[in-house]
């Protein structure tokens, strides 16, 4: 695969996932406008509390829990990293 | 089949503990067939066993009945039993056929004894069998990884057995502190009751015995603060060794804390405390099983935090996570396994590139990865649903925000990052190449277990009649199909996908080890020990044998001045400055004490305890 292919394919996955994005959006729309979701009868009422509940915007709140999450993780793993054999020593 | 079951309800996990001894005596494929042939006939012993079944030995009419005092109740089926059970039997079935080309002798005897240990545990119905069964798992999970090929079993396996030790001695001390206090040893089967379960004040945490169980379950749930015994020890097994290690220990754990702690409000921080730690230290692991035992601990962090509701229906949502938890854990640590006895590598910074050579393996992967992930038409999704609105149902909502932030890093560090870097994308540095192909054995177990966590994820009512509680709620497909849940987890998996594909370079991991709490027993505590404690104990030593050289003399020549013929040897000299140690004089021993004396002596303090016996009792008369 060259270089340019392997490009073209990155732009692609990109563009398809930020298209699926915006079409759940969306759909996310669709559903709080409808009220299909706490709708389903007192069965989704009990296990149902997702998208008619007071948090929205899942992508958002999804993408900064994994920003805060990778940098702990950095921290920690600056803080805390040895090389292979630190034990064996 | 019921009806032979019914007439010796046995528990499903005496098969496995008698079959353990069978196997020593039977060689190549004999003992690996009769080792998936036990499996199989736990799971539909388990599987047919009628819920009214239990098995009490009374030991009223005994003799010594004040001395032991309680009832043992060898099997009794819970309320979550039945569902833990058949994960269990599960998982045992899918470890021994995955391990048929383990060549390794013992390695089946101590996987079938570890899973009758765990089996057996949850049939229990007292403490006391609780206890036995509690501690032979964990010696016999020892005895597993001791037999691993790894060269650093031997010393990541002690350290196992000794953090289990330590947490089943703690685990006793609450248990006898329980039963002092309560005078049962009784579990109750329903563990969310109030009215006459004998444990259910343990929930308050406001006595001893309740705070020492605690420590001794939360130990060997694997609570991070506590100890880091799974991540040095689970990568240190055998490639098949390791699959049974993911699902049982921990697992028996969460068991343990629904029947005895279901609604300890502090469970809540303990879990978020596990599912926080366990992601964030995965995100810089190079191990490839180090990397999934951190996922073990994320997920077990989940499962406490829902523990902590304490409703029928957190009861039932955490119950079906164990189980999905349980298989697709296997699944992925099956595959890692497929790529350590094919690679030898268990580095993710030199693995790349091998859905090529390892088709079957990469896909097998990737669904235990998105099972993971709670992809929509996996097992995964209806369990973390279950599982957070069981949070959110008891009014939770801190937590739940926190849970499902770790829920969304969790698709990062471990659903899409786990298969990608090891299966996909280009082979880093070139160092690593598919030395043997996985055999056909693991392909078959893989295959199993992808294809019941698809069946649980297109049909997932065929779980229901397995769940704890009949809640007439969960009985329709809408409890578990709903386009709000749809829309949300669609949503965070593309979020989760992009971010992914864009950070790729940060992904992978550097070389080296993390280092963590054992951090203070393997290097801090030896440190100190060698540099500080022996020293000072060799100081000591000289003096104490100098002293163990004169007090035996001082003595005699106090007790029997008659009998030892003594020289001074001149007068003391007070300004010396060993001298303040000296009790006694320095003398040549002419007699040594002789067999008839020490004998009268004895006979002596013996007399005299006797007559304080009979005296006493004579009181008591």
Known sequence: MTKATQRALNKRWLAGAAGALLVLLLLEWVVRQSGAAGAAGA???????????????????????????????RIVAFLFRRKESYYDE | MSELISLYPIPPGWWLIGGAAVLCFLKGSWRQGVAIGLACMALLWGWFLPSDSSWIVSLNHLPWRSALGYDIVFMQISAPTRLFGVAFALLTVLGMIYAMTQRNRWEPVWALLYAGGALSVIYAGDLVTFFVYWEGMALASALLIFSSDQPRSGKAGMRYLLVHLLGGVILLSGICAHVWQMHSVLISPDPVLMEGNPLAYLRLLDTPAAVLMLIGLLINAGVPVLTSWMQDAYPEASFSGAVFLSGMTSKVAIFALLMFFSGADVLFGVGALMAVYGIVYGLGENDLRRLLCFSIISQMGLMVCVVGVGSPLAVNAVALYALVHILYKALLMMTAGAVLHSTGCRQLSRLGGLAQQMPWVAAAAWIGGLTLCALPLTAGYHAKNLLLAALQSAAQEGWYLLLLATSALGLIYVGFRFPWLVFMGNKRAGEVEVETAPPVSMHVAMGIAVALLVWIGVFPLSVYSLLPYALPELAHASAYW???????????LCVAAVLFYGWLPAMVPRAGILLEVDWLYRRLIPRVWWC?????????WQMESRLGQDIPRYLKTFFMPDRIDYQLEGQFNLDEKQTALRLAVRVDRKREWSIGGTLLVLLAILAVYLILFFWRRALGA
Do not use: K, N
Not at chain 1, 43 to 60: D, N, Q
Not at chain 2, 485 to 490: A, D, E, F
């Open chain 1, 43 to 73: 069965a989704a009422e009990v296990t149902h509390r997702g998208m008619s509940g007071r948090l929205g915007f899942y992508p958002l709140w999804t993408a900064l829990a994994i920003c805060v999450g990778i940098r702990l993780g």
């Open chain 2, 482 to 492: 709903d386009m709000g849940h749809l829309v949300r987890q669609l949503q965070m």
């Open chain 2, 532 to 540: 500080l404690v022996m020293p000072a104990g060799r100081r000591l």
